[in-house]
Structure formats: C-alpha cells, structure tokens
C-alpha cells in the first residue's frame, strides 16, 4: 500500500488479491526443473523478477 501511495505499485490492484496471486507465482518457481527440464534456473529468476516487476508497476496511459 505505501508503494501505491508513492506511486511506485500500480493503484489499481487490489493489495490482497495481489499478494495472493504473487505468493502463488513464486511459490511455484523452484518447482519449474521439474516442470520444465532443461530449463536455465537463474535466468528463469531473472525472468520472474523482471515479469513481477512489470506487474506492479504502473501502466502508463492507463488513465488510473
């Protein structure tokens, strides 16, 4: 909320909903080997980072 309240986390999302749906994005990354073998597990992370990033941030031109 107070990253919303600067500015930095999108104001529109809901604070619980969204926390529900990162917890549950990154829980299941260290199971990503074993769905995905063969896969570069630190640039994964690196993609999660990145993906969650872009989530929060806000839209420009989105009109919030």
Known sequence: MAGQARGDVDAGLDPEQTSAIL??????VP????MAPGI???ESRRLVSTMVGRFLRPQQGSGR
Not at 23 to 28: G, M, Y
Not at 31 to 34: A, K, V
């Open 23 to 28: 917890i549950a994005v990154l829980d299941a």
């Open 40 to 42: 570069d597990f630190k």
């Open 31 to 34: 199971m990503l080997p074993l």
